[in-house]
RNA sequence: GCCAGCAUAGCACAGUUGGUAGUGCAGCCGCCUUGUAAGCGGCAGGUCGUCAGUUCGAGUCUGACUGCUGGCUCCA
């Protein structure tokens, strides 16, 4: 067990105050498990009754009452025997604890701890009274299936957090809110960056014109990264025929989460006519004796088709293809999240196609991509994780030899990034290992951005080859990679990152010419139309209002500059300039200058270096 | 998909124990012609998510559905 920092012990003793305080008002309620989390803790219960918000209050006030009796938190040590003694004679545990006992290996210390009333199997540590937890809320109920199983009994959660004083709770209550300002969701409606409409589809992004910008800009800019490390660009349609999927293994496996087929109305009519039922086109559709076409749940197939529609020498590898590539897929309609989980998104999706020599230099350039991205956009929170298979699942197709093989490639370039790497069973993809960039959202949700993919079966499954330089036919190495992972979540990630303040190359709107006057309007369409000359995207505030409001209007959508203009300027051939990204901007001087200092950041995509409160 | 909560104008919200909707911002029209984060006045805008039910009467109560939010499960 790995040791708990005090806060954790506190979070922990918590849930044991909690568990306590439930069981006070439902003792019927049967306990499974409940640790400390990343920012309070958590107490699965199995109960009849379903909690309420009202049930909350009173549990959290009972936990309150018991931290004021100051109960101590006492561990005892038993025997395996004794252990299971005291859970048959404890209702509250004679559902799970057996269990969570029998997790327990022969040897290890088997510990109990009571608090009053209250008893408990588990690990501790706790702190030493109840009363040392002196601020505690109750957040939110959630189902949550014991062991983590959805084929396993669904128990009800209690979320809670809690902090050794009231201080520190109002801090991180203060906190949460303000993390919720800089919610993508919130701000993509704000600055109108992106709608969805329920019409349109669940999780089907509507991009706005402001969002587009946005998207174009971070194409444009990985666009001549690709360029730069010898990509070709290429186009590939949106729905393919459903063998291509079976061949690379996606259908039926991923059925569940692909849009249905669409198939043939013929088809449909014959089988209707010998009286087949919905059932039965399901199978049919599953053995692959129905033909139809399927909306992509991915690229790589037709890259694959793409390398295969020519014969290729070993001189010619890498060969490395690129494409916006927009997928769908069917995401449970619970784990639709604003952009970060969507069914129809767009990865900046590339394969590469090189012999096994070469693996190491192209995972490593894809690593540099990344790297290039996250530091260009000043993204410096990111983890690193290697996603490796897990022996146990047999979701995995290919041979154990490719796949060693592929995992240590993984390993050996994700060491080469100098970060720490985590490696996990179980993340990687069914075809191939992969190493994966994850971001935290503002809410602490991590999302994976940057994958880049080691992949030695779709090869084969293709039957993929080049001529190698002694004439046979070798089977090259296919590596998938995607930088931003998909622009959708990308872009959601990155509107809280900047909390909507893009830097100017990015901003959807770069600069505003504020006219003082009426009078001042037309003029300041001609300096807006100089500045669009440029490829500066520009605008005129041209309502009727003070400049104060022309300027808090400008503030409150972000805008990164602003000029300035009234008969002062405009006789004197000047703008004033007020930006919100640059201070060394500011002031007055004329057009060209403010240009020639703003080109910059825009070619150089530099960040922002200042930021008004 | 599962558990819980929520759903009132474009947006942010009010709406007391059931008596057929209000405020601010945005929008439109006027007046003001403005100097670094909100000038003034007027107008318009809602089958209160949808469909049933209870009731003389439902934004308020009940049920189902849809969607959203937070979790769980999933994530090629």
Redesign the pocket.
Known sequence: MATMTPIQELRHSAAHMLATAVLRLFPDAKLDIGPATDNGFYYDFDLEH????EDLEKIEAEMKKIAKENQKFECFEVSREEAEKLISETPALSEFKPGRLADIPEGEKITFYRNGEFLDLCAGPHVRYTSQVKAVKLL??????HR???KNK?L??I?GVAFPSKAELEEYLHNLEEAKKRDH?KLG??LKLFT?D?SVG??LVLWTPNGSVIRQELQTFIGEELFRQGYSQVFTPNIGNLNLFRTSG?FPY?RE??FTPVIDQEQIDALAAEGKTCADFSDLLNAGTLDGFLLK??N?PFHVKLYASQPHSYRELPVRLAEFGTVY??????????LT?VRGFTQDDGHIFCTEDQIHQEVCSCLELVNIILTTLGMKDYSVRVGLRDPESDKYIGKDENWERAENACRAAAATLGVPVVEEKGEA???GPKIDFVVKDT?G?GWQLGTV?VDFNLPERFDLTYTGSDNTPRRPVMIHRAPFGSLERFVGILIEHFAGDFPTWLAPEQVRVLP????LVDHAKNVVAELRKLRIRATVDE???????K??RA??EKVPH?L?I????MEAGLV?V?SRADKSLEGSCTLQEFIDKLMPLIRERRLNTTM??
Not at 516 to 519: A, S, T, Y
Not at 566 to 569: F, L, P, Q, S
């Open positions: 379903k909690f309420t918000a939110s109920i959630a189902g949550a299936y983590g199983d959805e669904q009800q959660r979320y969701r409606k704000e969805i329920d669940q999780g996606h991923y989460s692909q749940p991915m790589c897929r069917w995401e449970q309609s619970g784990e639709l999240n604003g989980r993809a069914f075809y809410l949700r993919q003082l006057n009426d009078g309502h009727s209002d003070k400049l104060g409001a300027i808090r503030e409150l602003m300035v009234g008969a002062k300027e004033n007020r008004r409160g």
